[in-house]
């Protein structure tokens, strides 16, 4: 698939066609190779402070940009914006900002589609990713993702804008990455191993065997995506099942286009997330995300990063999720929420996707596979990974250490905080995982 863009008069024309890719290599190490070409781009331009915002999704034959497709639109402009940091130049640092979007989500009539909207998005201050200093921007990058009809390969066209010009411009050549099952989730897609894996969902696979089962897994994801398999719901050889009860009463699920919707919960009705062991043995990690935001610790990571909550075979009548885990004690109940949509935003910054996801990993077998030694390999891992330090360091050289350091180490909201302990034990994953899960609850206006 590749996506060629036309701008004009701040809308964004784009058509979809095939492409043969060649040896296309994982997104994260796509971005890692070109966030050198844009450092320079950037530095050629004389720009000091550069901001990174929210992408824009299209999936398959649809010609529609999204910009809530899942939470891949936010991982990718962080994993680009870290990509920059470690390409930056050590002597003379372009300043790369921390997280803009989520400084833009508070900016009334701020966007990238509009004229108007761009202008806006250069009014407030932001925060560099190192160091306390708050600055101006002076340009920010973003871009368009397509998603293959068959879920295998991701087209990326990235995009930037100044106050002077104010015209979103290609940057650089479209980009062609592979897919991998870690992103379905992200991108609002459902499967279940069980479908496939003879039933056998505890079988021992050798790492050799990786582009098999991550082949497998695609295909049937894009079977369950044109409706040719049954949506996990429907599936009766799944690992885990998930039931959203509102008011203590199980909802059922509606299949439309392959994916599993239910009703918008109305204000003040309490919602519950039950996740059931289903299996005939084995211990089961499952992320669960609320809007992108996983139920344990509010954690944005990717969902093979996050912590996740055991289901044990013990757990047939299920565990139930009742909201956000602050910490190791005390949970913020769902709540949901009333909102207003603004008729006049063209884009939401924000983590409101209206959708809860599922993902469930099994412990690993055996030892990893070995990782590939070089500096691409350790900043590919850092871009996998997606998660900054969580403490800002104060400076840049601070930062980059950091980050290399740590590669080898209504819609529902939350409300009153209860008491509720959990026990956190180490869980090593196996890297696919063995069912993911979006469900839709919540559609914008």
Partial sequence: MRLSTLLVIGFIGFA????????????????????????????????????????LVVKGDDQKLSDNAGTLNRTVARQLEMGLIL???????????????????????ANHLSKEGRLKLFEPSYPL?????????????????????????LSVQLLAFDAKTN???????????????????????????????????????????????EQQVLDHAAQVKKEEAK????????????????????????????????????????????????????????????????????????????????VFPENKAGIDIIGFQKNDTTTEQFRVLSKAESKAR??????????????????????????????EAEITKVLQDAHPPENKPMNFHALTARMLDDANRGLIGEGNTVGSEIKQVEFKSDPIPVMCLTVVYYKKQ
Avoid at 18 to 46: C, F, M, N, W, Y
Avoid at 87 to 109: Q, R, W
Avoid at 275 to 297: M, R
Wanted: hydrophobic share 35%; aromatic share 6%.
């Fill in 346 to 375: 063209e884009i939401d910054y924000g983590a409101d996707v209206g959708t809860i996801t599922l993902t469930v990993f099994r412990d690993r077998k055996g030892m990893p596979p070995v990782g590939e030694l070089g500096k």
């Fill in 167 to 213: 015209k979103l411009e290609p940057l650089g050549k479209e980009l062609v990455a592979k897919n991998d099952s870690r992103k379905l989730s992200e991108i609002g897609e459902s499967f279940s191993r069980g479908a496939f894996d003879d039933g056998n969902i505890e079988t021992k696979r050798d790492p050799k065997d990786l582009a098999k089962h």
């Fill in 129 to 153: 990713a190192w160091g306390k200093e708050d600055v101006m921007a002076d340009a920010f990058v973003t871009g368009i993702i397509g998603i293959s009809p068959d879920l295998k390969t």
């Fill in 87 to 109: 390409a930056n130049d050590p002597l003379k640092p372009i300043g790369i900002i921390d997280d803009a979007s989520s400084v833009a989500a508070k900016t009334p009539g």
């Fill in 231 to 310: 949506n996990p719901v429907l599936e009766d050889n799944t690992p885990i099942r998930l039931e959203v009860l509102y008011d203590d009463k199980v909802i059922p699920f509606e299949i439309k286009g392959g994916k599993a919707f239910i009703p918008e919960p109305a204000e003040g009705q309490k919602v519950t997330l039950r996740v059931k062991h289903a299996a005939k043995s084995g211990i089961f990690g499952c992320v669960v995300k609320v809007n992108g935001e996983n139920t344990l610790f509010r954690e944005r990571f990717p969902d093979l990063q996050c912590r996740k909550w055991l």
């Fill in 16 to 55: 979809v066609s095939a492409a043969p890719a060649q040896d296309p290599v994982s997104l994260e190490r796509t971005l890692a190779r070109t966030a050198p070409d844009v450092i320079k781009h950037l530095k050629d331009k004389g720009y000091q402070n550069v901001g990174v915002l929210k992408f």
